[in-house]
C-alpha cells in the first residue's frame, strides 16, 4: 500500500513538472517581442513603402490611418484636421496615425531579394514575388 502511494504521488509530481513546463513554454511563444517594429508607411529612398509583419514593400495605393490620417502614394500625409506634411526619408506613420521620423534610421539590419529590391524585410526570408532567400544589405 505504501508503495502504491509513493508511486501515484511521484507521477503526480512529475505530471505537476511537465504541465509547468509546457505553460511557460507555450506563454513564452504568444509574448509579441517589443523591439519589432509596427506596421507602418514610411519615405525610404523617395519612395514610399508600407512595412506589414515585418516585411516591407512599395506603397500601391494611398492608405487611411486610424486617427483619419491620409497618407498618399507621394509622401503627402493630410491629418484629420486638414494640415498638410510631406514625408522625408526616414519619417515612418504609424498604422495608428503617429509620426515617427527616427524610426527608419534607428533600423539595424535590412533583408533584401537580389532580384527584387523593393522586397525588404528587418529579419531574413523569402521574397514574395520569386521566393529566393533574402540578403542582408549593408
Known amino acids: 500500500m505504501k508503495i502504491q502511494k509513493k508511486g501515484l504521488l511521484t507521477m503526480a509530481s512529475v505530471l505537476a513538472v511537465f504541465l509547468m513546463v509546457i505553460s511557460f513554454n507555450s506563454n513564452a511563444q504568444t509574448n509579441k ?71 527608419m534610421k534607428n533600423m539595424s539590419a535590412m533583408y533584401a531579394c537580389p532580384m527584387h529590391p523593393e522586397v525588404t524585410s528587418t529579419k531574413p526570408g523569402k521574397c514574395s514575388k520569386c521566393g529566393m532567400a533574402l540578403e542582408k544589405k549593408s
Open 33 to 103: 517581442n517589443p523591439s519589432k517594429m509596427k506596421d507602418c508607411c514610411m519615405m525610404k529612398n523617395g519612395k514610399m513603402m508600407v512595412m506589414k509583419d515585418g516585411k516591407t514593400m512599395p506603397m500601391n495605393k494611398d492608405m487611411v490611418m486610424k486617427n483619419g490620417t491620409k497618407c498618399m502614394k507621394n509622401g503627402e500625409c493630410i491629418m484629420k484636421d486638414g494640415k498638410k506634411m510631406m514625408m522625408k526619408d526616414g519619417d515612418c506613420m504609424e498604422m495608428s496615425g503617429k509620426m515617427c521620423t527616427e524610426k
